[in-house]
């Protein structure tokens, strides 16, 4: 129904205009069928326009007009012959079967695009809803979407055992009537819809709907019932996801306490084994071994001792490293001069070994503490060396403009990508060691002690032809203060 | 005996091949699983000693393969201690299992079990099982300690058959369990109650077993090793 005079009325007031000049000329024409039918088209085409009541309006003006100004006697209104009385009923229940029609035709297309955008509405929801990955995360959502729909807010109550907790705040609320009385509370009880989560397990919660009007003042509303169900049925799912989110977190801690037993097992055990086994060989009369043998099983005695004083060592050096190791005791220090003394170091444990050297020939100077950055330095050596199928290792101190760079390299068989990702992990150990010696940790200490230092580490592999593994260190360069300016006059 | 030592420590096989040659053994190392597969198909081998964690395979994988194609003994040795593969191994064949670190009087001892063993290949059929302390006649079902008669029921009698059949070995709780039971799984209590029975009738201080020995989450162990006569 129009209230103002818009076009629509004009198009009508037009048609019938049209209609009445038409049947004019019909009349005119001595034609008074056709006279009477170009009305009733006219009367249709307006129904069909405007709905039942322009037509019925149409339909009086008809029968008006053509029975007063174009049927004879004109200027004369009267019914008293069948066929002054035809038109008029012909005209008022053609406009009252077509107007009808055409209504109902109207609100079931209204009622279908009104469904269909609902239904969109609703998917709108279920598609933002879904990419939600976190409880708190539905609320957000909900508040951008539905105030376009006379919903001002959304509350989500999780419900826990006999109270509720809110999501985001973590909120936990004893009372089970809360979420009605805050509506009252605040005044608008009226204006509140609550609904309950219906999940797959059971009842998930409730949500409170707030609303911009009075329930009955809002002929429209979204489907709540069905937003309710889309809320549910996210809030399943981000549950779940943080179901597989702790059974992974779980799986990982089981694996690393799974490492750390057998890499701890192997690494203590090995050398108290050889120790004990070697010693009861010795001390047992009825083992009678060659005057060399006994030599060989007491040197083998003292290098396991070694070896549980390094992995001792190691894992003290973890320790550190994990307790959050920051580098207090730093001074400036040359690179070159602690990759001299990690050599020397490595050099007493394997003599044969084969290091080339690249250091430049100004000091490269860093802020770094000593013992760590050289206990670092021996780490990547050693590895060098267990990598390197027993060719030379070049180890590389430099300067490239604000950074001091220090960089071994190997010539083994290189690094793969996976590997590559986890090799600076805790009791890692690659596949391809021959000799299956080390604890796994000498990386993972480095990497530690060189950025507890302010440094970075990464790894080049493979560094030429598909061969050789390069660790490259970082540091931010120190500007020479031990050493006076030079004397500009001489 | 030919020894074939498996294991990816270097530093013990150099500590074991000296002292199991010094007692004229033969011994052949591997430090791999592959390599250990490569030995047995070259030559024979009498004993594995197995170390469980391998680089390249879970040494318990092995067994079958030391059994079927050496007809070797297995003693697993492992370092990481868990019942469960213990139980594993010896389910699937090992004779006897030693954790690291072990001493090496225990070690040849058990070394000496697999050799008397091996040595009498008429054991598997005999009847009669005897050693200073015990006599034990499977067929009359008569068990003698200290040349006393001990009167066992039919049920202890099965489960102590077992012991005595691996006498001085290693037997899986459900090695027994099926001795007595006929079937692999049934309450623990009731195994620990007869081993309890057993103990009372052959142990001087049954809190304090020395015959019978509990090798915890694994099985039992009579200590005493026995010779089958006949």
């Given at each position: 129904m129009r209230k103002n005079f818009s076009p629509g009325w004009l198009l009508d007031c037009i048609l019938f205009v049209v209609a009445t000049a038409g049947t004019h000329l019909a009349q005119v024409a001595d034609r008074p069928i056709t006279a009477v039918l170009v009305y009733l088209v006219g009367v249709i085409l307006i129904a069909v326009h405007s709905g039942v009541y322009a037509a019925l309006i149409a339909a009086f003006a008809a029968s008006f007009v053509y029975n007063?100004?174009?049927?004879?006697?004109?200027f004369e209104f009267g019914v008293t012959t069948v066929d002054e009385a035809v038109p008029l009923i012909a005209f008022n229940a053609t406009a009252l079967i077509t107007g009808t029609l055409v209504g109902r035709l109207r609100d079931t297309a209204n009622k279908a695009s009104r469904a269909q955008s609902e239904t969109a509405f609703l998917l709108t929801i279920s598609d933002r809803l879904q990419r939600?990955?976190?409880?708190e995360e539905i609320e957000t959502t909900l508040r951008q979407i539905l105030p376009t729909q006379g919903v001002s807010s959304v509350h989500i109550y999780l419900a826990q055992g006999d109270f509720y907790v809110r999501p985001g705040s973590g909120e936990v609320i004893m009372d089970r009537l809360a979420p009605l009385m805050e509506g009252v509370a605040q005044g608008d009880a009226e204006k509140s819809l609550i609904l309950e989560l219906a999940g797959a397990r059971g009842t998930l919660g409730l949500a409170r709907f707030r609303l911009t009007d009075l329930i009955e003042d809002r002929p429209r509303l979204p489907d709540l019932k069905s937003i309710s169900a889309l809320i549910a049925l996210a809030i399943e799912r981000c549950i779940l996801l943080d179901e597989v989110a702790e059974n992974r977190a779980q799986a990982r801690s089981e694996t690393l306490k799974d490492t750390l037993l057998s890499s701890v097992s192997h690494d203590l055990r090995t050398p108290i084994t050889v120790i004990e086994a070697a010693a009861g060989a010795l001390v047992s009369p009825k083992i009678r071994l060659p005057e060399a043998e006994r030599v060989t099983l007491l040197e083998t005695i003292i290098e396991q001792c070694h070896r549980l004083d390094r992995y001792t060592g190691e894992l003290l050096n973890v320790g550190q490293i994990q307790a959050?190791?920051?580098?207090?005791?730093?001074q400036v220090v040359d690179l070159r001069e602690l990759s001299t003394l990690a050599i020397r170091q490595l050099r007493t444990l394997h003599p044969d070994i084969t290091i080339e050297r690249q250091y430049d020939e100004d000091p490269v100077l860093v802020d770094a503490n000593p013992s760590l950055i050289e206990q670092a330095i021996f780490n990547l050596l050693d590895n060098a060396r267990k990598y390197g199928l027993n060719q030379t290792v070049s180890l590389g101190v430099r300067t490239d403009g604000e950074l001091a760079e220090l960089t071994v390299t190997d010539q083994g068989r290189g690094i793969d990508d996976r590997d590559k990702k986890r090799?600076?992990?805790?009791f890692f150990k690659g596949?391809?060691?021959?000799?299956?010696?080390?604890?796994?940790?000498g990386l993972y200490i480095a990497k530690g002690f060189v950025e507890s230092c302010g440094g970075q580490i990464d790894v080049v592999s493979p560094v030429e032809e598909g061969r050789g593994t390069r660790i490259e260190l970082r540091f931010p360069l120190c500007k020479d203060r031990s050493h006076p300016p030079e004397d500009q006059s001489r | 005996m030919k020894i074939l030592i498996v294991d990816d420590e270097p530093s013990i096989i150099r500590t074991l091949n000296p002292v199991l040659t010094a007692l004229s053994h033969q011994v052949i190392e591997a430090t791999d699983a592959s390599e250990a597969l490569r030995a047995i198909d070259k030559t024979s081998v009498d004993l594995v000693l197995l170390d469980l964690g391998l680089p390249d395979a879970d040494?318990?994988?092995l067994i079958s393969a030391f059994k079927s194609r050496a007809q070797a003994s297995v003693i697993v040795v492992s370092a990481r201690h868990l019942e469960a593969d213990k139980v594993r191994a010896l389910d699937r064949g090992a004779e006897d299992y030693i954790d690291k670190p072990f001493g090496m009087e225990e070690l040849l001892a058990r070394i000496r079990v697999v050799e008397r063993r091996l040595n009498e290949a008429?054991?598997?059929?005999?009847a009669v099982f005897t050693s200073d302390l015990l006599h034990v006649d499977l067929r009359t079902r008569q068990v003698r300690l200290m040349d006393e008669p001990v009167h066992l029921s039919p049920k202890e009698f099965a489960i102590f058959e077992a012991l005595v059949r691996s006498s001085g070995q290693v037997v899986t709780q459900r090695r027994l369990m099926i001795a007595g039971?006929?079937?692999?799984?049934?309450?623990?209590q009731y195994l620990r109650s007869y081993i309890a029975m057993l103990r009372d009738k052959f142990e001087e201080d049954p809190s304090d077993p020395?015959?019978?020995?509990t090798e915890s989450g694994v099985g039992y162990r009579l200590a005493e090793t026995l010779t089958p006569v006949g």
């Open positions: 007063f100004l174009l049927s004879e006697p004109v939600a990955v976190k409880v959050g190791l920051t580098s207090t005791s730093t090799m600076f992990e805790r596949n391809h060691n021959g000799n299956h010696e080390g604890s796994g940790l | 040494g318990a994988d008429s054991g598997k059929d005999a039971w006929n079937e692999p799984v049934v309450d623990g020395e015959l019978i020995l």
